[in-house]
């Protein structure tokens, strides 16, 4: 199924390639840059369309007393004929013509982060390359991270870089996520005020991504469709994303705060105006 529905442009696809498993494929142009469009058009109504399929599909599975049938995964993968991005974050260009960034942050990638950190089965990002600034953060509310091993592309830069060279704040959505999965405060330093590039093998070091394909593309697909096999059993029973509820509770709650993001000039007003 491509999305957006029916669009002459698609920007995505949605795959079934087994009763079980679900396969979003991002393909806006050769780096998959996250747009207004992608994230309202593309993965939101994707996350619908595969939630309510695996509920449907639960229910009759069980009724038919067939747990095999009642799990389910998703998988969220760069487009697939190409191995350099997962995705490039942003579009620089529409980010400036937008209110401003917090209209962009709350309106685009916050409902899709609040939504995989509840998401009722489990779900995985394929990074077949570049995952930079927003997919980053994006990335790390799946519940699982397979990433290529290749040595070109192959390596996560850190979410704040962009923000630190053109001078905006930290969206609050995305010190959440990061706080709650690399926990470690050195590594939490580094990902959002030391702007550090991460190579995969480094990723892997530190827990942020649980597995190194190779393979290209194609590679990591067949990895984590093979976790996803494995670990989709878990939806079986209903309460995998009542579960994630209660424990990303305060990062939920730290995310769906209604938190105007300050800029720095407005600090620096309020700050010289006391001294």
Known sequence: MDLPINSSNPLGALHRP????????????????????????????????????????????????????????????????????????????????????????????????????????????????????????????????????????????HTSLDLIQFGAPFPHSFSAIFQEKARDPTLVRAICLEAKKFTPQELLKHGLVDQLADGGSKGVLEAATQLGQKVGVNAVSGVFGLIKKGIYFKTLQMMNDDMRQVMPFEEDAVVLAKL
């Open 18 to 157: 087994t009763p079980n498993i679900w396969v979003l494929e991002l393909k806006n142009g050769s780096d998959n840059r996250l747009t207004g469009v992608v994230c309202t058009k593309v993965i939101i109504p994707a996350l619908d369309i595969v939630e309510k399929e695996w509920r449907i599909g639960r229910n009759k599975a069980l009724k038919a007393d067939d747990k095999a049938g009642a799990g389910g995964a998703l998988i969220i993968v760069g487009r697939l004929d190409q191995d350099k991005f997962f995705s490039n974050g942003f579009d620089f260009s529409e980010v400036m013509k937008t209110p401003g960034l917090g209209f962009i942050y709350n309106n685009f990638t916050l409902p899709i982060m609040t939504r995989l950190l509840s998401y009722p089965i489990p779900t995985i990002a394929a990074l077949n390359g570049h995952t930079f600034a927003a997919a980053f953060g994006l990335a790390m509310c799946c519940d699982y991270r397979v990433m290529t091993s290749g040595k070109a592309w192959a390596w996560c830069v």
